[in-house]
T-cell receptor, first 110, second 115 residues
């Protein structure tokens, strides 16, 4: 399948530190998106990067995409306790559906 | 607030029963997606509709069915429920479909508990 796989599965850092999560996928994509989910809540879209883009920024978020390695990374700078959540990458199966990885659980300790 | 409304928020029922989950997409969105999230399996794609028509099907069991109505709201029907069907069911919507899908807007989910 084209499922994205996030790495690591869980990450624990101190407030103020940077958090990096990685996503790998298997086949060609149209775009890749990152979402955040607070415990038991709906997913919230963070950022979309298209297959012809290499890097994108949004506030404290930086996403990179390497289509040759079929991988993406999400960097959250200067983490806050409020960033504690699960983060998912989703790959666009050319519009047929969006395939989500199992997610990275991020804990930001005060 | 994503603009996507799901009801009910919580549902407790017994094995063998049938339930219907309802989703109202964001105003203007034509695509509706259903996902199942359980603790051990992550977020699993079930089915997608665009403007009333089924567009993509994932790992949806034969006991499950869905439809999208002319007013664009969607319903997911789960029948002959089993303990393993206990999960969070999410509905998401997007403006378009295919290469113009863009981002997904998720509802808060319906938590189904089968006893």
């Amino acid at each position: 399948s084209q499922q994205g796989e996030e790495d690591p599965q869980a990450l624990s850092i101190q407030e103020g530190e940077n958090a990096t999560m990685n996503c790998s996928y298997k086949t060609s994509i149209n775009n890749l998106q990152w979402y955040r989910q607070n415990s038991g809540r709906g997913l919230v879209h963070l950022i979309l990067i298209r297959s012809n883009e290499r890097e994108k920024h949004s506030g404290r978020l930086r996403v990179t995409l390497d289509t040759s390695k079929k991988s993406s990374s999400l960097l959250i700078t200067a983490s806050r306790a409020a960033d504690t959540a699960s983060y998912f990458c989703a790959t666009d199966n050319y519009g047929q559906n969006f395939v989500f990885g199992p997610g990275t659980r991020l804990s930001v300790l005060p | 607030d994503s603009g996507v409304t799901q009801t009910p928020k919580h549902l407790i029922t017994a094995t063998g029963q049938r339930v219907t989950l309802r989703c109202s997409p964001r105003s203007g969105d034509l695509s509706v997606y259903w996902y199942q999230q359980s603790l051990d399996q992550g977020l699993q794609f079930l089915i997608q509709y665009y403007n009333g028509e089924e567009r993509a099907k994932g790992n949806i069991l034969e006991r499950f069915s869905a439809q999208q109505f002319p007013d664009l709201h969607s319903e997911l029907n789960l029948s002959s429920l089993e303990l393993g069907d206990s999960a969070l069911y999410f509905c998401a919507s997007s403006v378009g479909q295919g290469l113009m899908s863009g981002e997904l807007f998720f509802g808060e989910g319906s938590r189904l508990t089968v006893l």
